[in-house]
C-alpha cells in the first residue's frame, strides 16, 4: 500500500486458515523479489491472485504427509514387510488432499494412519 503505483509479483507460499473476524481477512505468506528494498517484511498488502497452473499431478490426503527438516515425506506401503519413507515434492495442499509433483507414483499406496511413528522407527 505503500507503493500503490508498483506492481510486485510474487507466488503465494503459505495461506494461513484462520479468518479474522474484525477485518474477515484471511492471511497469507507471499513470496517475492525484493532486490530493491522497498518492501520490510510483515509489511501488509492487498494482493491480486492469478491461477495460472494446468497441469496434472497425483493427490495424497494431506494427513499421510510429514513435514521435517523443510522437506516432506509419506510412508508407502507396499506389503507389511515393505514399508517406506519418501520424499516428495509438494506441489500444493488445498484442505484435506494434498498435490504432489515429484517422489510417487500412481497406484502406491501411502499411510495416513501411525505414520509418524512408522516414520520416526525408519528415520532412527
Given at each position: 500500500?505503500?507503493?500503490?503505483?508498483?506492481?510486485?509479483?510474487?507466488?503465494?507460499?503459505?495461506?494461513?486458515?484462520?479468518?479474522?473476524?474484525?477485518?474477515?481477512?484471511?492471511?497469507?505468506?507471499?513470496?517475492?523479489?525484493?532486490?530493491?528494498?522497498?518492501?520490510?517484511?510483515?509489511?501488509?498488502?492487498?494482493?491480486?491472485?492469478i491461477?495460472?497452473?494446468?497441469?496434472?499431478?497425483?493427490?495424497?490426503?494431506?494427513?499421510?504427509?510429514?513435514?521435517d527438516?523443510?522437506?516432506?515425506?509419506?510412508?508407502?506401503?507396499?506389503?507389511?514387510?515393505?514399508?517406506?519413507?519418501?520424499?516428495?515434492?509438494?506441489?500444493?495442499?488445498?484442505?484435506?488432499?494434498?498435490?504432489?509433483?515429484?517422489?510417487?507414483?500412481?497406484?502406491?499406496?501411502?499411510?495416513?494412519?501411525?505414520?509418524?511413528?512408522?516414520?520416526?522407527?525408519?528415520?532412527?
Open positions: 500500500m505503500s507503493y500503490p503505483d508498483k506492481v510486485f509479483d510474487g507466488k503465494i507460499d503459505k495461506i494461513f486458515k484462520i479468518i479474522d473476524p474484525q477485518t474477515n481477512a484471511m492471511q497469507a505468506r507471499v513470496v517475492l523479489d525484493n532486490q530493491n528494498g522497498l518492501l520490510i517484511p510483515e509489511s501488509k498488502a492487498t494482493i491480486k491472485v491461477n495460472s497452473e494446468n497441469t496434472m499431478a497425483l493427490t495424497v490426503p494431506s494427513k499421510a504427509v510429514i513435514f527438516d523443510n522437506r516432506s515425506f509419506v510412508v508407502v506401503y507396499k506389503t507389511r514387510t515393505d514399508v517406506k519413507v519418501k520424499e516428495i515434492k509438494v506441489l500444493k495442499q488445498v484442505g484435506d488432499v494434498t498435490y504432489v509433483s515429484e517422489g510417487l507414483s500412481e497406484g502406491e499406496q501411502v499411510v495416513t494412519n501411525n505414520q509418524l511413528l512408522i516414520y520416526r522407527s525408519l528415520n532412527s
